[in-house]
C-alpha cells in the first residue's frame, strides 16, 4: 500500500519489519521503486530476492528503460528470455521502450520477430509500439507495412504513423492517411500541421490550422506553438495576431511553448515591442526557454548589447542558463560585431556555469571569428576542438569565407560539406557563389556540372506576400501560380510607375 502511493520510505520500515516476506512482498517494493526511477535501490531489492518471477525481471527491465540505461535494460531483457520462467507482453514493454527511445533498428527487427513468434502481435499496445520505433528508426516502409497488418487500429497508432512520415518529410503520405483516419483529435490535427511547419510549408500548416478550427476541434498548447512557428515563418503578422485573439478570446492559459512562441512570432514579423511587452507581462519568467527566445529576438533585431543586458538579468533573477542560451547569446555578439564578449561568453560556458561547449557552440564561435575576419583564431579553435567538426560547423566556416572571400578555407568547407550531404545544394551553391564573386567563371561551371552529375537541385527559394488574409507564395519566374496573369500585368504597370518617376527625376535634375 505504502508503494502504491509513493510513501518509499514508510513501505520500505514495514518492509524490513516484516517477519515472511515473500515473492509478492518483493515485487511490491521492488515496483515502488521502479515507478519513482529509483534504478540503484531497485536492482540492490532484486539481487537480494531469494527467488524472482517474471514480473520481476519484467519491473527491472521497464525501470532500467525509462530510467535511459537502455543496455542494462536490453541485458536484463536477454536474460530472462533465457530463462524458463515464460513471459508475457509486459515483457516487451521495456525493451520495446528501449528500441523507440534509442532508434535500434537491428534491436527492433529483433524484437518485432520475437514478438510475432510469441504470439504478441495482437496485442495493440505491443504492435503499437513496435511501428513507433520503425518509426523512429526512420524505417517508414516497415511501419506502414505492420500499420496495413494489423487488424485493430485506435487512435495513437494513425496519430503515431502520420507524425512519422511527417518528421522524415513525406507529407504527401502523412496528409493522405490523415485523410483516412476514422477519427481525429488535437493531436492528430497538431501531428500534421508540425509536419508542415517542419518542411518549410508554413502557409500550407495555417490552411489546415483553420480546417481544425471549421471542425470544431478544440486546439491544445503544441497546436497554438506550431501555428504561431508557422505565421513566424512566412512572416504573416495578420495570421499570428488572429491566433493571439483566439488564445484571448477563449481564455486559454498558455504554457512557457505558447509565450515563447508569441515573442518569437512578433519578432520575426517585425514587431519587437510587443515581443518585449508580452515577455515583461509574463509573471512566472523562471524558464530558460522564454530568456532564450527574448535574446534571440533582440539579437534577430540588431540589438546585441540589450541580449547581452537581459542575459545579466537572467542571471540575476537565478534562471540557470542552458546550452540553448549560449547559442543565442553568442549568435548575438556575432550579429552586432561584439566579438571580444561573444568569446567571454564561450569561455565562460564551461568555467562559470559548468557546460561543455558543443558543435553548435563551435559553430557559433566560428562564426563570431569569422565575422569579424579573425581566422588566425578562428582556426586555432577548429584544429584545438574537443569534438569533430559536424555540418554546422562546416556551414559556418563556408559562409564566413564567402563574406570576406577566403577561398581557400572556403574551398575546404564546401568539400568537407558535399562528403557529409552530397545530396544538399547549400554547399555547392555557397562554393559557386564564392568563385562568381572572384570572377572564377570557369570553376563556377564546374561546380554546376558536378550538381548535374549528382543529381543535385538547388531548392527553390520562396517570397511571401499576405492580402487580405491570405498568404502567396511566389518562386523567381513562376509560372504555376494561378493568379499569374493579374501578377505580371501589375508588375508591369509598376515598372512603367518607375520608369515615369524615373523621367521625371532626370527631367527635374537637368533644370
Given at each position: ?11 520500505r520500515k514495514v518492509f524490513d519489519n516484516m517477519g515472511v516476506r515473500n ?119 516497415e511501419a506502414r507495412k505492420l500499420f496495413d497488418e494489423m487488424k485493430v ?359
Amino acid at each position: 500500500m505504502y508503494s502504491s502511493c509513493g510513501d518509499l520510505i514508510g513501505a520500505r520500515k514495514v518492509f524490513d519489519n516484516m517477519g515472511v516476506r515473500n515473492l509478492y512482498s518483493f515485487n511490491n517494493m521492488l515496483s515502488g521503486y521502479a515507478k519513482l526511477g529509483m534504478v540503484k535501490p531497485a536492482r540492490q531489492l532484486f539481487d537480494q530476492m531469494p527467488e524472482r518471477d517474471v514480473v520481476s525481471w519484467n519491473t527491472m527491465v521497464i525501470a532500467y528503460a525509462r530510467s535511459g540505461f537502455f543496455e542494462e535494460a536490453t541485458k536484463f531483457y536477454k536474460e530472462l528470455r533465457g530463462l524458463c520462467i515464460g513471459y508475457n507482453e509486459f515483457s516487451f514493454a521495456g525493451v520495446l521502450t528501449v528500441c523507440v527511445k534509442s532508434r535500434e533498428l537491428q534491436l527492433t527487427r529483433q524484437v518485432h520477430n520475437q514478438v510475432f513468434v510469441s504470439g504478441f502481435l495482437s496485442n495493440l499496445v505491443i504492435s503499437s509500439s513496435v511501428v513507433d520505433a520503425y518509426v523512429k528508426c526512420g524505417m517508414m516502409g516497415e511501419a506502414r507495412k505492420l500499420f496495413d497488418e494489423m487488424k485493430v487500429r485506435d487512435i495513437i497508432v494513425w496519430t503515431t504513423l502520420v507524425s512519422g512520415f511527417a518528421q522524415w518529410g513525406d507529407m504527401e503520405s502523412a496528409n493522405d492517411l490523415f485523410d483516412k483516419m476514422p477519427e481525429k483529435n488535437p493531436v492528430s490535427w497538431t501531428a500534421l500541421i508540425s509536419g508542415y511547419v517542419r518542411n518549410g510549408m508554413g502557409d500550407t500548416a495555417l490552411e489546415l490550422f483553420t480546417r481544425m478550427m471549421v471542425s470544431r476541434v478544440r486546439p491544445d498548447q503544441f497546436t497554438f506553438s506550431n501555428c504561431l512557428c508557422a505565421c513566424a515563418s512566412v512572416a504573416s503578422l495578420t495570421h499570428g495576431k488572429q491566433i493571439h485573439a483566439c488564445l484571448i478570446r477563449t481564455n486559454f492559459m498558455p504554457n512557457t511553448i505558447v509565450i515563447s512562441s508569441l515573442i518569437d512570432m512578433y519578432s520575426k514579423c517585425g514587431n519587437l515591442k510587443v515581443s518585449k511587452l508580452i515577455f515583461y507581462l509574463t509573471s512566472n519568467k523562471q524558464d530558460p526557454v522564454l530568456w532564450n527566445t527574448m535574446i534571440s529576438a533582440l539579437a534577430q533585431h540588431g540589438h546585441g548589447e540589450e541580449a547581452m543586458k537581459m542575459f545579466d538579468d537572467m542571471v540575476k533573477q537565478g534562471v540557470k542558463p542552458d546550452r540553448t542560451t549560449f547559442v543565442v547569446i553568442i549568435n548575438a555578439c556575432s550579429h552586432s560585431g561584439l566579438v571580444a564578449e561573444g568569446l567571454r561568453y564561450f569561455k565562460s560556458m564551461s568555467s562559470d556555469h559548468d557546460i561543455a561547449p558543443d558543435q553548435q557552440h563551435y559553430a557559433c564561435l566560428i562564426d563570431l571569428l569569422g565575422r569579424a575576419g579573425r581566422f588566425d583564431m578562428l582556426m586555432n579553435h577548429l584544429e584545438n576542438m574537443p569534438c569533430n567538426p559536424d555540418k554546422r560547423i562546416w556551414n559556418a566556416l563556408l559562409g564566413v569565407s564567402r563574406i570576406h572571400g577566403n577561398i581557400e578555407l572556403g574551398k575546404k568547407a564546401a568539400e568537407q560539406l558535399i562528403e557529409l550531404e552530397p545530396q544538399s545544394s547549400a554547399a555547392y551553391v555557397l562554393l559557386s557563389s564564392i568563385y562568381g564573386t572572384l570572377g572564377k567563371w570557369e570553376s563556377v561551371e564546374k561546380v554546376r556540372h558536378l550538381m548535374s552529375k549528382r543529381q543535385v537541385r538547388k531548392e527553390v527559394a520562396l517570397s511571401w506576400i499576405e492580402l487580405e488574409n491570405k498568404v502567396h507564395a511566389f518562386t523567381v519566374s513562376d509560372s504555376l501560380h494561378p493568379l499569374k496573369e493579374a501578377i505580371y500585368l501589375a508588375l508591369d504597370q509598376l515598372a512603367d510607375q518607375m520608369d515615369e518617376d524615373v523621367s521625371l527625376l532626370e527631367f527635374e535634375n537637368r533644370c
